[in-house]
């Protein structure tokens, strides 16, 4: 055994001690195609008002242009595979469904420490300069992860594993070290689209590809805005992410065989009700949802997304709390109360819009009260 290979193995020893269920290691030019898929979808506009994918494409192409000296990259997973199945939730309309990668702890924060961890034995055994990625720097790790064989890009664009199906985080380091690389993995999806073919909003223009601006878990938690009307239907009772392609995939069958259950939700987050979620103020939304990602929207987006799910309730009980945010000091708040009240009590909208809209300032509230609902 080279002494590189001993690293190689001395690190994937202690990184299945930390916690993570999948290691792999490609070169950093293990995928030269990169630069051009991701121009095409910049061009199509796919990233939707995420900015900073155009702005960072050039160093996003490849990890090289990012960072020079970079030779190799180990790719690593933490599996998070739910409990239950997760489109049940989507039935119970009183409820607001959270995507199952939420309802832990901020997972850049879990993995964070072992990545560093990991990279800094790397760094003392070789002398080799390291970088730490998880999810927040511009790196591809899908790509980068099928190169180094921990799974490949599923139709659905997220990485599959044959241990893990569609549920791992994600974490890469960078290194100047020249490693020993694996294999890629071959895509297996075969004649396979239930991914596809579930999608509420119909996101993917052709296997392969997303395009971001009709995906609900950009417009859930990306997206600035008002949710555009199209998608408000669709959005259902999900009030953060959409779990739907990832959750139907069949290669999940063999993740809970094969898991060791690293990291669980919290119960608690999964079967919140819509009524308790639309009275948060800002010092309940933050003690509910601290250390979730959740919290990173802010309670106005939050709230955007609530109100959506009230309108699609069909549970009229709603309406009094609906009213409430009708006053609310933001505008995208108000805006989604319009809508829901609108949607689950008409009568009760008419009655009420002259007074209101007598007092609206924003526009796009004013637009809410009389144009068509979708
Ligand atoms: Fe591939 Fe089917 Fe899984 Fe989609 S659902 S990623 S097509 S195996």
């Known amino acids: 055994m080279t002494s590189t290979e001993k ?85 119970e309309k009183s409820h607001g469904a959270i995507s199952v990668y939420a309802r832990n702890r901020d ?32 790196l591809m790790e899908k790509p980068l992860a099928e190169a180094a064989g921990l799974g490949w890009q599923g139709k659905h664009t997220v990485l599959v594993s044959r241990e893990f199906g569609s549920w791992l985080f994600l974490g890469a380091i960078l290194t100047s070290a020249e490693l020993p690389v694996d294999k890629p993995h071959k895509v297996s999806c075969g004649s396979c689209t239930k991914c596809l073919d579930i999608c509420p909003t119909a996101a993917f223009p052709a296997p392969y590809q997303l395009d971001s601006r009709r995906c609900l878990a950009y417009l859930t ?66 003690e509910l949802f601290a250390g979730s990602p959740v919290k990173r929207i802010g309670l106005g987006r939050f709230l955007r997304n609530v109100l959506i799910a009230i309108g699609n309730s069909q549970n009229h009980a709603l309406v009094p709390l609906v009213e409430q945010r009708l006053r609310d000091e933001s505008a995208l708040v108000r805006g989604a109360a319009v809508w829901a009240l609108r949607r689950l009590a008409p009568e009760r909208a008419a009655q009420l819009r002259l007074a209101f809209s007598a007092v609206e300032s924003d526009e796009a509230v004013q637009a809410e009260w009389t144009e068509e609902l979708a």
């Open 221 to 286: 938690v990306e997206h600035k805005g008002p949710i555009p009307k199209e998608f408000r239907g669709p959005m259902g009772n999900r009030i953060y992410g959409c779990d739907d392609c990832l959750a139907v995939c069949p290669w999940n069958k063999f993740a809970s065989a094969s898991r060791e259950l690293k990291l669980r939700g919290r119960p608690e987050l999964e079967r919140l009700t819509l009524a308790e979620l639309v009275q948060l103020d800002d010092v309940g939304f933050r």
């Open 107 to 138: 997972y850049h924060e879990i993995i964070k420490g072992k990545l560093k961890e990991l990279a800094g034995l790397l760094a003392r055994r070789s002398s080799a300069e390291v970088k730490v990625f998880v999810d927040t720097a511009p």
């Open 7 to 91: 690293l190689t193995a001395e690190l994937r020893g202690r990184a299945a001690a930390l916690g993570f269920d999948s290691f792999g290691i490609a070169a950093a030019d293990a995928r030269p195609d990169l630069p051009d898929k991701l121009r095409q979808a910049l061009d199509a506009g796919w990233h939707g008002d995420m900015d900073w994918m155009a702005e960072t494409a050039q160093r996003r192409g490849s990890p090289r242009a990012m960072w020079p000296d970079a030779r190799s990259v180990i790719l690593l997973g933490v599996n998070y595979g739910p409990e239950t199945d997760p489109l049940a939730l989507l039935g």
